[in-house]
């Protein structure tokens, strides 16, 4: 026993520190059996010595095969070559006592097996030292699980953005992902692409271009790549897309492929496209008014309308007739794209638009038997639409427009022959009030000029002019003034004698003895009046002008006739301007002052239905005027709320542009009592109110717009352009006064101004 | 390039819709408009009392023409730019070399018509002893936009 005292105190105790070692230690013999195991190892294994010791290890744990060889394997290698062996993380389930409730408990372990040397060099014991890692293990599975719900939610989203192709690709731009949107929109399913080129949607015309590696290195170099072009779909139609190309980096941030997002777009492009197309038409008018203008007679322009209606609107044949009121029958005026050797009627359509004095119109001819249309469809139109000409209640004619390239019209196209149809009225119109106006004012001119004509003498050797009264009212000077040569030469208007001077000398120098010319004096007042001299010229030896007697004329007022007229022939020119500059205001501003792209297009829209109602007002009127009931209905009418908008006031005429304004103001007014006022209810209603005031001497307009059983009015935090248009705009077309009141139970504007000239004032 | 000094612009024009956008317009550009006058009486009474660097005027105002406004405003070196649906043929000889900007026309249309008629200007009134046009496009050297 001393022996062991002394030993104790000597020697370390190393079976007890064996078992105070917290990491679970087995000791095996080389056969594998147990020789002993410390207490860690008992307790996180559940077991009891007395259960494991003698016992083979794969007696001991027995069960899951995997981790029975791969141990057995590691154990065997250490026997043989004598050196540790760590082993990878393995599961080993552990039984649980019946006491803490039985089954198996999910462990995870790290062994390393280290083998013990005997004396005779050779393996004596394997030291299985095993690492209880479950924890850590779980850990990573629940990151890894929280990592792949992440993935799944990602791939969620790019699966169900079906407007989007969402696609990835390889380094060579070979796809390797490919969402159902990118099945949509390009057609190719996920398995028929996936391995094959991204290069296969771009269009041959960008492949031989080098438009897939540019995209590629732009994306590298700018960390995105965007495009908006053409692409192909499976079965090599085409589509509008925008798209962007980035590059797709690993963990590492490198490089390893492209992720593509592409939207099709084609829908806007086609909006944009038909706003091309109606520009397009806005063009055909103008350009059409202009050619009208510029033509003896309306028919004379038809060659150049019908190529234009042609090329943009597969209009076939044009056919105009004029209408013999006496004969009561329409003869064909001329015709476009209706081979020669045919002779044209008017047909029974044309017959019904003539009695009807509506449009009429027929499509799909080509498949229809009807016996009225056969003139038509022998000239092989498969639709036609006959549209009269009315001018102040007069049938003046018709005009006709013809397809062979489509079954039919679309409603645009004929709303835009029905424009034409008035434009082209309109020009025959004022052709035929300005023929009936010029022959009577000829016959005016010769009375005035008479009265004011003067015969004068002068004597260009010594310089003289002889005077007489009638020379005197000429020129703006008493009757009975005794004017020097100097005193006549100073009204001249600068630089008009040089004027006159050079005139006489080309004459003289021609052989001509007679000379006319045109030029302007300035009276004492100021005032700058045109003279005609017509006179007899003498020259001396040397061809200079000597001599002159002439009569001189007054024609100031036929210089301002001709600047009225220069102006009238291009009236209706400037009226067409003057409205495509309006709607483009109109456009400008409807867009500029929209909260989104769809209101502003609703608002232009809107906006040019009420200017176009006010327009077809005027243009049955012929220009001339309109009543303010009239323009008053439209506002009424326009939302359907006609029966709860009441108007009442007398008959007042306004001229074309107060007309416009006042349609304009009345449209934003009505249109913002349906969106927030009184028509947004049900029983909501708006009386508008005008009469005509006695005030001071003068007539005054006094109107009013009032909404009631609407919801509460709150006044707006930002005046509108509908504000602006109504309190700045209208108030200055009627140089008046326009308030809107935004009182609680329903908006008030009230409008007091002159009351509106009944017609334009000539021009001066 | 052009230095963007506002300019005070008088307008004599006498479709609303086109009032509005033009203000918007010539806003854009950096500019005052200064008058507005929808009839020829209107236009020749701010002609003759307002002070303007420049004049946008339709032709065709309410009925009468507006070349005695473009007159009067040429006599005070006031430059005018015509607008109108009119084409340049019905312009008198005399107003030929002043702008004329078919309508309809965009901002960037007006914007060149403007410094056309600005330089054209400063070379016209470089070779007369009175320079109206000094008043028209005024430098303001003591002008500090910075206090």
Redesign the interface.
Known sequence: MRDSKANNKGKVDFHGIFDALPTPFLVLSPDCRIVTANQAFLDTTMRRGEELIGRSIFDAFPGQAEGESALRASLNKVVETGEADFMPVTRYDIPRPAEVGGGFEERHWRPINTPMPGRDGRVAFIIHRVEDVTDSVMERRADRAALRVSEEISRLIIESATEYAIFSMDLNGVVNTWNSGAQNLLGYEDFEIIGRSGILIFTPEDRARGAPEEEMRNALQQGRADDERWHMRRDGSRFWATGMLMPLRNDEGEVEGYFKILRDRTGQRQVEEAEAHRTRRLEILTTVAADLLGTRSPEEAMPGLFRAMNQDLAVDAMLSFNCDEEAGVMRLATSAGIPGDVVVEADDLCGKAFATRKMAYASGLGNSQDPSLAFARSIGLDAYACYPMIANGRLLGALSFGTRSRAGFSDEDLAFFGTLTQYVTVVRERRRVEQALRTSESRLRLAIDAGRMAVWESELATDTISSSPELNRLLGLPEDARPSTEEIRKRYYPGDRDKLLETAKAALESGESYAEAEFRVVWPDGSVHWLLLRAELEGDEAGRPARAVGVALDITERKKEE?RR??LT?EL??????T???????A??SF?NARSLDEARESFLERLTAMAGAHDILTRESWEGAELRDIAAIAAHRFGAGARVRLSGPRLRLVP?TA??LA?ALHELATNAVKYGALRTEHGEVALTWSIAQRGGEQRLLMRWEEQGGPPVVAPARRGFGS??IE???S??L?GEVRILFAPEGIVCLVDAPVPAAE????? | MMSVSPLRVLVVE?????????E?MLEELGHVVAG?A??IDQALDLARSGSFDLAVLD??V????SFPVAILLQQRGVPVIFA????A??L?EEFRRHGLL?????TAALQRSIQEQGAGDRNRTESVAVSPARAAFPRVPGDDHEH
């Open positions: 600047e220069r102006l291009h020119n400037h009226r067409v301007k003057n495509l500059a309006a709607m483009q205001a109109l400008s501003q500029r542009r416009i304004a304009m602006r248009l700045s705009g209208l200055r077309e140089g334009e004032q000539p021009v001066q | 006498d479709e609303m819709m086109v009032i509005l956008d033009l918007d507005v929808t009839r032709i065709n309410a009925g009468e023409v109108s649906g009119y084409d043929q019905v008198p078919q309508k309809p026309f965009r």
